[in-house]
C-alpha cells in the first residue's frame, strides 16, 4: 500500500483589513521619502558645492537637518519594503525578498553618504585657524568625503531606485493590486534610469545634467503615483 506525500499547506491568506493597512503604511513611507530627500538635497547644498567648505563660515547646523532628513529617506525606504513584504509574497516571492534586499542596500548606500557628510561637518569644526598645509590637506580629505558621497547618490537613490521600480513595478503590474498605469511608470522609467546611472558611471554624461535629470522623471512620478494611490485606494482585492 502507498502513502501519498502530505501536501504543505497553502500560505495564510493577508486578510483584507491588513492588506489595507499595509498599503497606507507603504504609501505613506513612499511619501515620506519625497518630503525629506527634497529638501535635504537643498539643505545639503553648501557642503556639496563648495570646495573650501571645510575652512569658511560653513553652515553646520544646516548640513546636519539635511544629513537627518537622509537619515530618514533611508529609514523611510526600508520601511516601504518591509510594510509590502507580507503582501508581495503572495503573488512572487523570489521578487518580493529581491525588493527587500534592493531596498535595505539603497538605505545603508545613503547612510555610507550621510556618515561621510557628518564627517566634513567635524573637519570644518576642527579646522578653525588652520593655515598653510594643514588648510590644503583638510580641504583636499572634504573634497574626498564630499565625493563619496556624490558616489553613494548615484549607486543608491540612482541605480537601486531603477532595480527597485523593475521588481516592485513587475509584481504590482501581474497581481493588479494597482491600476496598470501606475507601475508601467516605473517599468518605462527603469531601464531610462538604467541607462542614464550608467553613463553617469562610466564618465559619459554628468551625474547633475539635464539627460539624467528627464531620465528620473518617470521613476520619480511612478514612486509618487504608487504612494498616493496606495494611501487613497490601497490594493485591489485580488488572489494570488
Known amino acids: ?18 492588506t489595507r493597512t499595509h498599503a497606507r503604511v507603504a504609501g505613506l513611507l513612499y511619501l515620506v521619502t519625497f518630503v525629506s530627500s527634497i529638501p535635504a538635497l537643498l539643505l545639503l547644498g553648501p557642503v556639496l558645492d563648495r570646495a573650501d567648505y571645510v ?15 537622509d537619515l530618514v529617506n533611508a529609514g523611510a525606504c526600508v520601511g516601504t519594503a518591509v510594510a509590502l513584504f507580507p503582501v508581495l509574497r503572495r ?4 521578487r518580493a525578498l529581491g525588493f527587500v534586499a534592493s531596498r535595505m542596500f539603497e538605505a545603508a548606500v545613503i547612510v555610507v553618504g550621510v556618515v561621510s557628510l557628518l564627517a566634513v561637518v567635524t ?22 568625503l564630499v565625493a563619496v558621497r556624490d558616489w553613494t547618490f548615484l549607486i543608491g537613490p540612482s541605480f537601486m ?3 527597485n521600480a523593475l521588481l516592485l513595478g513587475s509584481l504590482l503590474y501581474g497581481a493588479r493590486l494597482v491600476p496598470r498605469w501606475i507601475p508601467t511608470l516605473g517599468l518605462v522609467g527603469a531601464p531610462l534610469l538604467l541607462a542614464a546611472s550608467t553613463a553617469a558611471f562610466f564618465g559619459f554624461i554628468e551625474q547633475v545634467s539635464a539627460p539624467a535629470a528627464v531620465a528620473t ?19 485591489r482585492a485580488t488572489p494570488a
Open 1 to 18: 500500500m502507498t502513502l501519498s506525500a502530505p501536501i504543505a499547506p497553502l500560505a495564510e491568506p493577508v486578510p483584507a483589513g491588513a
Open 55 to 69: 575652512l569658511g563660515a560653513g553652515a553646520d547646523t544646516r548640513v546636519r537637518w539635511g544629513c537627518f532628513l
Open 91 to 94: 503573488h512572487g516571492e523570489a
Open 123 to 144: 573637519l570644518h569644526r576642527d579646522a578653525a585657524g588652520a593655515t598653510g598645509a594643514e588648510a590644503t590637506s583638510l580641504v583636499t580629505t572634504g573634497q574626498a
Open 161 to 163: 531606485a531603477a532595480i
Open 217 to 235: 522623471l518617470p521613476v520619480a512620478a511612478w514612486e509618487l503615483a504608487v504612494g498616493i494611490w496606495m494611501v487613497a485606494k490601497g490594493f
